[in-house]
């Protein structure tokens, strides 16, 4: 596609209730990042995947938060038993290959998540 | 370790007046890049200009442009001839040289282009 895609765009859950948050990078793009921007904060980073390599997960803040991502492309963020303080929205951003001189991160329009 | 710090909350600017948004960082790093980013209310960040540390010209992208001083470890944005549509937050964020996944990101700036 012509940008990051994020779904869904907004989901509303209920505490306890287990999430899929889905982010289809730009064609091309060999790393892929989750944010995490909670209400007056900045970005919290959460995990990085650059290519075939292990993913960088120093960033999630939990047991409860997971990720994969398939096929080097699509990522799905998983949170489980949600929590009310989970509730962010969460950024997903490509980036072309790691020697990219320009370091630009590409962004979704993100994942609104409430937690009730 | 790195830290990005945005000590200005929020700000405000008349349409058409220049406005500047400061950014100070911490890093022991030679190499490394700087950025800021915008995100309108639309949640999508995107880039609005770039600054290699290396290079001692600020950078300049149109009504945007960088003052960028080193030794200070200091990145203010500069936002000429304000217009309705820069209303966003602004992020200041550091990268070090060829590490893709380490990006730090300030807290951000909410800018307010009064008409």
């Known amino acids: 596609g012509a940008g990051v895609s994020q779904s869904p765009s907004n989901k509303v859950t209920e505490k306890g209730k287990d999430v899929e948050l889905r982010c289809d990078p730009i064609?091309?793009?060999?790393?892929l990042y989750w944010y995490r921007q909670s209400l007056g904060q900045g970005l919290e980073f959460l995990i990085y995947f650059q290519g075939n390599s292990a993913p960088d997960k120093s960033g999630l803040p939990s047991d409860r938060f997971s990720a994969e991502r398939t096929g080097g492309s699509v990522s799905t963020l998983t949170i489980q038993r949600t929590q009310q303080e989970d509730s962010a929205v969460y950024l997903c951003?490509?980036?072309?290959?790691?020697?990219?001189?320009?370091?630009?991160?590409?962004f979704g329009e993100g994942s609104r998540l409430t937690v009730l | 370790a790195q830290t990005v710090t945005q000590s200005q909350p929020e700000m405000s600017v008349q349409e058409a007046e220049t406005v500047t948004l400061s950014c100070t960082y911490d890093t022991s790093e030679n190499n490394y890049y700087l950025f800021w980013y915008k995100q309108p209310p639309s949640r999508q960040m995107i880039l609005v200009i770039r600054?290699?540390?290396?290079?001692?010209q600020n950078a300049t992208e149109n009504r945007f442009s960088v003052n960028f001083q080193k030794a200070a470890k200091s990145f203010s944005l500069k936002i000429s001839d304000s217009q309705l549509g820069d209303t966003a937050m602004y992020f200041c964020a550091f990268m070090k040289h060829n590490t893709g996944n380490q990006f730090y990101f300030g807290t951000g700036t909410s800018l307010t282009v009064i008409p």
């Open positions: 951003a490509s980036s072309p290959v790691l020697s990219s001189p320009t370091g630009e991160l590409f």
């Open positions: 064609s091309g793009h060999t790393a």
């Open positions: 600054q290699e540390a290396y290079k001692q």
